[in-house]
C-alpha cells in the first residue's frame, strides 16, 4: 500500500488493569470508517502502544481489523527489543494490518547504525511493509534525511512519518527529504497544529490526533488542500487554534482522553503513570469542544 | 537501610533471546563481594533492566542475592506502567533486595504531578525502600530539587541517585538538594568521570558503572576521599582519564561489555537494538585497560 492522505489515530481505551476496552475501541474504529479517513493509525503514541502487552495490543487489533472494514490499518509496532518489535511485526501481518508503524523506542540512547540494524532486521524478517515513525518527543531519537535515505532503501520500508515542523521550515524539510527517498516513497507528518502547511507544501500524508475522535476535521481540511484551496485549509487550521493550544499545553493524548470521555465513547484513563486531565482542564475542553462544534 | 559509600553497578549478561546468563552474573557479583563494595546495583541501566522481563529479572536478582553474601543489593525497579514498577518492587522485597531504584521511565513526557504520584505508590504498596533514580539521559525525566524534596517526604523514599554533575556545580547542587531533604535521605551520584568532586564536596554514595567490573577502582578512590587526601583522590581520577574519554564517546554501558569479554568474565553483546562496539573501538578498550592494568 502507499500511505497517503489522512492516517486517523485513535487512543486505545484500557482498563487500570490494562486490559484493552474493545467495544470502546469499535465504537472509535467505527467513526473512522464512517467518515471515510484513508487509514487508522492503530496503537500510534496516541493509542500507548508501549504500554500495553503483545497480547493486549493482538487483541486490539483483530477488533479494530474487523470493526475498520475496507479501511487500512497501519499499527504500532514498535518495542524497546529488536525481538519483540519483530513479534509485533510478525503478529500485525499476520493479523492482516497493511502496514506496521516503527518507532526508535529507546531506553540507552540509540546510534543512526543501531535504528538501522534495527529497522532492517524488523521489516526483512517480518515482511510487514514499515512506516519509519520519527518521534523524537517520545523516543529521543532523532532521524537525520541521511538516515532516513539509508532505510527508504531497505526492501519493505515504504514511509516515514515526521514530526511536526516550524511553518516556515516545513518546506525546506520535505525537500530535503525527497531528495534523499526514491520515487513513490510516502512522506508524511505528525502534529496536528503544524500539518495543514505541510500538506499545502506537498506532503503526502497527514498522521493526525485530531481526526483520530474527530475525523471530519481532518477530512475537510486534506480536501481544501486537494482542491487547490489553501486558504480554505488554512481559515479551517485556524478555526481550531482553541484546541491545538490546548494540544500545546497538556499533549494532545491526554486532551483526546478527556474529549473521549466527554462525548460518553469511553469512560477510559490514560495508563498510570500519566494522569487524567484535573477538573479545571476537562472544564475549559469540554468549553472548547462545544464552541467548536466538534462531535 | 542507609546508601552511603560505593554501590557498584555490574552489567546483566545475557543471551540474544533475552534470558540472563546466570553463572556468567554470578562470576560479576562475586567480584563485588570480594572487593567488599557497600552495595551492589542490580538491574541498572547498566544492567540493561528494561530490556529484561518480569522473570528474568526475578531470577538474577536470586542469583545476585545468593552470590553477594552480606553485600545488600539495591536493585532497579523501573518500568514504564505503574502496576508493573510496583509489582518489581514487590518482587524485589520478597526476594530480600535492601532497596530498588526507581526511574521515572517514560514514553509520553510525564508531569512532576505524574512523577510524585508514581513514586509515591510504588513505595506506599510495596515497602519496599526506594532510592530516586535521576537519569535524564535515559527516561528524559529531569527531577527538579522541589519534587526530590516533595518525594524524600514519602516514607520509603530513602535516597536519590542524581545524575553526574560539571565539577564546578556540584557542591551547589548537593547544597541545594540538601537544604530540601530531611536529615539522614541520602545523596549521591552518578556519572562515573564526575564523581570524585561530588564526593570531595560531601556525597553520600557513588552509583558507580566502572566499580561495576573494576570494584578495586571505586574502592581507593573511596577511600583516599574518606582519608581527607582529596589529592590522591584526584589523581586516581586523572589516571582513568582515558577510560572516562571512552564512556563518553561509546557510553560507559558499551565499554563495559566490551571489557566483560575482554576480561573473560562472559561471552555477552548488550541486548538489541544495542549493538556491541566494533573492532577498532574495542582493540583501544583492550589497550586503555591494559595501559591501566585494570582486571
Known sequence: MRLTGLSAFPITPSGADGRVDLPAL????ARLREAEVDSIGLL?????????????????LDAALDEAGRVPIVVGVGALRTDEALRLAQDAR???AAAGLLAAVSYTPLTDDEVFAHFSEVARESGLPLCIYDNPATTHFRFSPDLVGRLSRVPGIVAVKSPGQESQAVAGHLADLRAVVPEGFSLGYSGDWTVTEALIAGADAW????????????????RAVRAGDADEARRLDARLDP?????????????????????DLCHAAPPRPILPLGEAATRRIAEVIRALDLR
Do not use: K
Open 26 to 29: 469499535r465504537r472509535l474504529v
Open 243 to 263: 484546541l491545538w493550544a490546548l494540544f500545546r499545553e497538556h499533549s494532545s493524548l491526554r486532551v483526546m482522553y478527556a474529549c473521549a470521555n466527554l462525548l
Open 207 to 222: 498522521y493526525s490526533v485530531v481526526a483520530g475522535l474527530f475525523p471530519q476535521v481532518g477530512v475537510a481540511i486534506l
Open 94 to 96: 499476520a493479523a492482516g
Open 44 to 60: 500510534g503514541s496516541t493509542g500507548s502502544y508501549p504500554y500495553l502487552t503483545r497480547d493486549e495490543r493482538r487483541r486490539a
